[in-house]
């Protein structure tokens, strides 16, 4: 496949900018990268975060976009665990014009990059790596800033069921990261998994393992009372992938002594109930994050078997029209929370 000299990208020019169409010079690949194609990429709440709030790291110019899915074009010289042709996903970053995925062709670390299996299309594979990262993270990451809760992840031999019989809230299954958190908590032996969610996704959130689902429009009280109702003994992990300050609230007050709350956007748990006991870690799903690099590149090793064998199965698919224009609609979806059960898929080879 010809490389073209230059390609399309969604360029937003400072925080809070329009994002627009332009024309990028086509990256050369650092030695360690790989060049992607990309067939299609995944619109997270984060990318109207990036855009409305400004940067975590990296310059304006931007391209945004943390999800792809494409076949590689180009390897750099030290790369060898990728060749040209393979189907890939993986997350993207802020720190370059060519690291963002709403674009036509992106650069990435070879080793944050996992191949497709033949089974999953790219549409259904770009749902995949910033979610999966960030419940990956969540729960197997180290129990220190940025982090998650330390536990051992069930793609090693010795992490499959190692935590049977043990309680598991999730907050926000039908959501991408909880879909993976609950489909990750099962594989890791966790029971019962309770998680809360819309009701029309209740059957949903249970074929990807959830045991029990309380309705999330219910008071935060009666919340508590349900979950309590299901585990009346101590909860030691939560993960709240909602993270806004009524769920983190209630996550923390079911949370017993000695237990992790992982949260997802910065604590807003009220301070003056907060107890040394109880810890509450704000995660970094990105194995960009150096204390998290170890167990991303674990998980993304390990993850076309974990998709192959279909322990993982992808989020549901919207695709959204005209390619790279569909984005800037589909992020005001997202921001207004119209979007229920299911990821907003450009293909960015239809930009007109
Ligand atoms: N820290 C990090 O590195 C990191 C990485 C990725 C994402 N995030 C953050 O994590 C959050 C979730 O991301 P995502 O990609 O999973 O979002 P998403 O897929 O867009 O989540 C949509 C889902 O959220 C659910 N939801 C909304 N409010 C809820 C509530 N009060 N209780 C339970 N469920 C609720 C909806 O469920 P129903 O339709 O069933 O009502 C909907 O299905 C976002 O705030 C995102 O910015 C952080």
């Not at 943390?66 to 393979?86: F, M, P, R």
């Not at 990059?113 to 729960?139: M, R």
């Not at 031999?157 to 598991?168: A, M, T």
């Not at 192959?308 to 919207?318: A, W």
């Amino acid at each position: 496949m010809s490389i073209p000299t230059t390609h399309k990208a969604l360029v937003i020019q400072q925080k809070g900018g329009d994002p627009a169409i332009e024309t990028v010079k086509t990256y050369t690949p650092k030695p360690d990268e790989v060049l992607v194609r990309i067939e299609a990429a995944g619109v997270n709440p984060a990318d109207w975060k990036v855009r409305d709030f400004g940067l975590v790291v990296g310059n304006y110019p931007l391209v945004l976009g943390l999800d792809a899915a494409g076949e590689v074009v180009a390897t750099g010289e030290e790369v060898t665990s990728l060749a040209i042709g393979d189907r890939v996903i993986y997350s993207g970053w802020l720190q370059s014009l060519s690291l963002g995925t709403f674009q036509q062709y992106g650069t990435v670390p070879a080793e944050f990059a996992s191949k497709i299996p033949p089974s999953l299309s790219f549409d259904e594979a770009a749902t995949i790596p910033l979610a999966i990262s960030t419940a990956g993270v969540g729960l197997y990451g180290p129990v220190e800033r940025g982090g998650g809760t330390g536990l051992t992840p069930p793609w090693l031999n010795e992490g499959r069921k190692k935590y049977s019989g043990q309680p598991v809230v999730v907050f926000g299954g039908s959501g991408s990261v909880g879909k993976y958190t609950i489909q990750l908590a099962e594989l890791s032996g966790f029971s019962p998994i309770v998680t809360t969610a819309s009701p029309q996704n209740f059957e949903l959130v249970k074929s990807l393992g959830a045991t029990h689902v309380v309705d999330r429009h219910l008071p935060p009280r009666e919340i508590e009372k349900a979950i309590n109702a299901i585990i009346p003994g101590p909860i030691k992990f939560i993960y709240d992938t909602v993270s806004l300050s009524a769920t983190q609230n209630t996550a923390y007050d079911l949370l017993s002594s000695g237990g992790i709350l992982v949260v997802y956007l910065s604590s807003k748990v009220d301070e003056k109930k907060t107890t040394p006991d109880k810890k509450i870690i704000a995660s970094h799903g990105t194995g960009y994050a150096v204390q998290n690099k170890d167990v991303c590149i674990s998980l993304y090793t390990h993850l076309t078997d974990l998709i192959d064998s279909g322990d993982i199965k992808p989020n549901v698919v919207e695709i959204l029209p005209k390619g790279l224009s569909g984005i800037p609609d589909a992020m005001e979806r997202v921001k207004r929370d119209e979007v229920s059960g299911k990821r907003l898929i450009a293909r960015p080879q239809e930009t007109s």
